[in-house]
């Protein structure tokens, strides 16, 4: 019989993701090295990388109050070929010149603000009780919902050879992928720099933010949410 995880130690573990691994992985091998109960508050693709909200111990219980903060990520979108996923993962759809700058920019700016986004097929959110990734892979084809976002920023850093790199801070629950796909491209790299007031370049994995100073940090008002955090 399973013994229960430890309670401690308690807090909040900010790790770097690499590409390859998925988010449960790094989880686990956090829940390996301390030995407590240990959740995350939002994951990342695979082939993502960046900023990873791990909570040890007691601190797992709060996943609601970081889980609803806004991100910031930094991608590269290629703008020639559509993918079945919206990133480098998928097969390709089509290929097509990609837009002029001008074009892009236009694009771009229709999708500031409140928007509406269809959520990707290989997703973890379920249709009819199961995880839309798993129908995904069975060729099961089916008609996504549509998912409100908001974009609060969004800039285009770079726009060379049909690559698109874009830095943007987007509500939780928003799916960079569909952004890519909405301007006719897939995400060849994708990675989170920011969740609220935590930044990836504070990311050490052997160190435990302290309960009080985690929440010490949140923004004024943030309430907890029940949505899950996608990219």
């Known amino acids: 019989m399973a013994l229960p ?7 909040l573990i900010l790790v770097d993701k690499p590409a390859g691994p998925s988010s449960f992985a790094i989880v686990a091998r956090t829940r390996n090295r301390t030995r407590a109960r240990t959740g ?3 994951t990342l693709d695979p082939f993502a990388t960046g900023l990873l909200l791990v909570l040890s111990g007691r601190a797992t219980r709060l996943a609601p109050r970081f889980v609803g903060l806004d991100k910031r ?3 590269a979108v290629d703008l020639s070929v559509r993918s079945s996923t919206g990133d480098v993962e998928g097969e390709p759809l089509d290929h097509h010149q990609p ?3 001008q074009e892009l920019e ?3 700016e229709r999708l500031r603000g409140e928007i509406e986004l269809r959520i990707p097929a290989a997703s973890a959110v379920k249709i009819d009780g199961e995880r839309a990734y798993n129908l995904h892979r069975r060729g099961v084809e089916v008609e996504m919902p549509l998912r409100r976002s908001t974009v609060h920023e969004l800039e285009l850093v770079a726009y060379e050879g049909g690559i698109a790199t874009l830095d943007l801070r987007v509500s939780s629950g928003t799916y960079v992928r569909s952004i890519a796909d909405s301007l006719g491209g897939h995400c060849v790299t994708l990675r989170r720099t920011e969740v609220g007031p935590f930044h ?25 949410s029940a949505g899950n955090d996608v990219s």
Do not use: F, K, W
């Not at 995880?5 to 807090?11: D, K, S, T, V």
């Not at 370049?201 to 309430?223: K, Y």
């Open 99 to 101: 837009p002029s700058r």
């Open 40 to 42: 995350h508050a939002g």
């Open 200 to 224: 990836v370049d504070e990311a050490d994995p052997e160190r435990i933010i302290a309960v009080d100073e985690a929440l010490a940090r949140l923004p004024a008002g943030a309430a907890p």
């Open 106 to 108: 236009q694009a771009l």
């Open 73 to 75: 990520y930094l991608t």
């Open 5 to 11: 995880r430890a309670l401690e130690p308690a807090g």
